[in-house]
């Protein structure tokens, strides 16, 4: 089955660039999916296909996907940025099944 | 706005049958996919099975013999059941809508979750 890694952890201080990374094989070729969850709360999700942004998403939160490697990217770090954030993507190969990654803690210094 | 909401049990003992209700508020289950996701410290986020309402289900494979996800459009709601269950079932439960796209193959995201409803297995 296809598989998602995240780091398990990222620090920034606040107004920094926070970037996270989700790798999986060709990756590039797949469309991914991103969720912020704080605690207690369900997901959110903050990046749709790779790059896109549901409305309310501001616009500090972008993506990109190429290669092995997705990125989240948050600009202008806040406070209330800390949280889980998971990556998602269809495995169309396989079982064909939808597979998330193990989620990387977001901490603001 | 759509909200979902999860509603069941929050104790279940084990070899039984887990049994929840997503009710589905500000639009109808008749448009969209809607799914079910639960979500362990030890298995992280895990797509259980996402359905549309007009009859077309489909399954986790690791859990495919154990599930049935139904709809009941009268009630605006939709259902999972899942059968002999044991203490890895523990979990936060999810429903959610699913958008399905199409590159390649048709792909499936979650755009709207309900709360979540924490269900424990133990006797």
């Known amino acids: 089955s296809y598989v998602l890694t995240q780091p398990p952890s990222v620090s920034v201080a606040p107004g920094q660039t926070a970037r996270i990374t989700c790798g999986g094989n060709n990756i590039g070729t797949k469309s991914v999916h991103w969720y912020q969850q704080k605690p207690g709360q369900a997901p959110v999700l903050v990046v749709y296909d790779d790059s896109d942004r549901p409305s309310g998403i501001p616009e500090r939160f972008s993506g990109s996907n190429s290669g092995n490697t997705a990125t989240l990217t948050i600009s202008r770090v806040e406070a209330g940025d800390e949280a889980d954030y998971f990556c998602?993507?269809?495995?169309?190969?396989?079982?064909?099944?939808?597979?998330f990654g193990g989620g990387t803690k977001l901490t603001v210094l | 706005q759509v909200q979902l909401q999860e509603s069941g049990p929050g104790l279940v003992k084990p070899s039984e049958t887990l049994s929840l209700t997503c009710s589905v508020s500000?639009?109808?289950?008749?448009?969209?996919?809607w799914s079910w996701i639960r979500q362990s410290p030890g298995k992280g986020l895990e797509c259980i099975g996402y359905?549309?309402?007009?009859?077309?289900?489909n399954y986790n494979p690791s859990l495919k013999s154990r599930v049935t996800i139904s709809a009941d459009t009268s009630k605006n709601h939709f259902s999972l059941n899942l059968s002999s269950v044991t203490a890895a079932d523990t979990a936060v439960y999810y429903c959610?809508?699913?958008?399905?796209?199409?590159?390649?193959?048709?792909?499936?995201?979650?755009?709207?979750w309900g709360k979540g409803t924490t269900v424990i297995v133990s006797s």
């Open positions: 959610a809508r699913a958008q399905e796209k199409w590159l390649v193959d048709y792909y499936y995201y979650m755009d709207v």
């Open positions: 359905m549309h309402y007009s009859g077309s289900i």
């Open positions: 998602q993507v269809w495995d169309t190969s396989g079982d064909h099944w939808g597979v």
């Open positions: 500000g639009g109808s289950i008749t448009s969209y996919f």
